[in-house]
Nanobody
Framework: QVQLVESGGGLVQPGGSLRLSCAASGSIFSINVMGWYRQAPGKQREFVAD???????NYADSVKGRFTVSRDSAKNTVSLQMNNLKPEDTAVYYC???????????????WGKGTLVTVSS
């Protein structure tokens, strides 16, 4: 079994910063891509940012220049540094990882349960 556990959400004022973290644990053979998605109230889940095992990053246009994704492959963790937060960034943020486990010779998507980020004055 594999678990992804997010942390770091909370309430922040517009213009403020937050750092989210996600740790993967379990019977992991390798992790390909790790990243973040978010779902605002009444909206569909959307891509935010991800990072490959080689360190290549991708960002949604709405967060470019404000958010930075990073990972520690030795610890199986991924982080999202969010700066200059805006009210429209309010959402539940989900960690996602593409993982190959010890028991399956192929990659699968795994998701965390999410952490709430609220940007409000």
């Amino acid at each position: 079994q594999v678990q992804l556990v997010e942390s770091g959400g909370g309430l922040v004022q517009p213009g403020g910063s937050l750092r989210l973290s996600c740790a993967a644990s379990g019977s992991i053979f390798s992790i390909n891509v790790m990243g973040w998605y978010r779902q605002a109230p009444g909206k569909q889940r959307e891509f935010v940012a991800d990072i490959t095992s080689g360190g290549n990053t991708n960002y949604a246009d709405s967060v470019k220049g404000r958010f930075t994704v990073s990972r520690d492959s030795a610890k199986n963790t991924v982080s999202l540094q969010m700066n200059n937060l805006k009210p429209e960034d309010t959402a539940v943020y989900y960690c996602k990882a593409i993982i190959r486990t010890m028991s399956r010779p192929y990659n699968m998507d795994y998701w965390g349960k999410g952490t709430l980020v609220t940007v409000s004055s």
